[in-house]
């Protein structure tokens, strides 16, 4: 089937604006994941869910970073009043199972710009 | 915070030569994984070695792990301009609540035809 999916691919948005990333994982994959890469950076770990369960979301920068994967499929992440340092590329993953031990596929990213 | 470091942090080689990569990295895992990624594009799995395994081959890859050293090596034989990307080892902890994967800063590898 189609891999891992999200839109918008680009997003613009001024300060203070709220953005929605959205993620289309593969098709049955328990676990997904949000990477926040920065430019020149390797993706940093922002959170994590199993199913619908978000088990881990320590990376999260600060309270105005939220994700849901309210069905154990789909998820979002949002962003409340974006400053210019939420710039970066933010990735989507998914594995089988579980993300430690199985392959993590990712998706082609959304680029975020805040003005 | 990110556990694994490439090593180098460029390479820049003519078509044709090999391609050496170096990871280390810092607790015990899992298994690790090597990805590339295209400039602006998403990141493309290309093999993922168990903490119990000490080489494994797909295609013109090569990987090693030496768990007593906590390192890893990529080697791409006979590169291609195509195999022109940043690489990325990642590691998933051992025994971690966490299903995370933790992210080196990349080898960016430059293969002129």
């Known amino acids: 089937g189609a891999g891992v999916s999200q839109s918008p691919r680009y997003k613009v948005a001024k300060r203070g604006q709220d953005v929605a990333l959205r993620c289309d994982p593969i098709?049955?994959?328990?676990?997904l994941f949000w990477y926040q890469q920065a430019l020149g950076q390797g993706p940093e770990f922002l959170t994590y869910?199993?199913?619908?369960?978000?088990?881990?979301k320590s990376g999260l920068p600060s309270d105005r970073f939220f994700a849901e994967r309210p069905e154990g499929s789909v998820s979002t992440l949002k962003i409340q009043r974006t400053q210019q340092e939420d710039s970066a590329v933010y990735l989507c993953a998914s594995s089988l199972r579980d993300g430690a031990r199985d392959t993590q596929y990712f998706g082609p990213g959304t680029r975020l710009t805040v003005l | 915070s990110q556990q694994g470091e490439e090593d180098p942090q460029a390479l820049s080689i003519q078509e044709g030569e090999n391609a050496t990569m170096n990871c280390s990295y810092k607790t015990s895992i899992n298994n690790l994984q090597w990805y590339r990624q295209n400039s602006g594009r998403g990141l493309v799995h290309l093999i993922l070695?168990?903490?119990?395994?000490r080489e494994k081959h797909s295609g013109r890859l090569r990987v090693t792990l030496d768990t007593s050293k906590k390192s890893s090596s990529l080697l791409i034989t006979a590169s291609r301009a195509a195999d022109t990307a940043s690489y990325f080892c990642?590691?998933?902890?051992?025994?971690?609540?966490?299903?995370?994967?933790?992210f080196g800063k990349g080898t960016k590898l430059s293969v002129k035809p």
């Open positions: 990642a590691t998933g902890l051992y025994g971690g609540s966490q299903g995370n994967l933790i």
């Open positions: 070695i168990r903490s119990n395994e």
């Open positions: 098709s049955g994959h328990v676990s």
């Open positions: 869910f199993q199913n619908e369960a978000q088990l881990d």
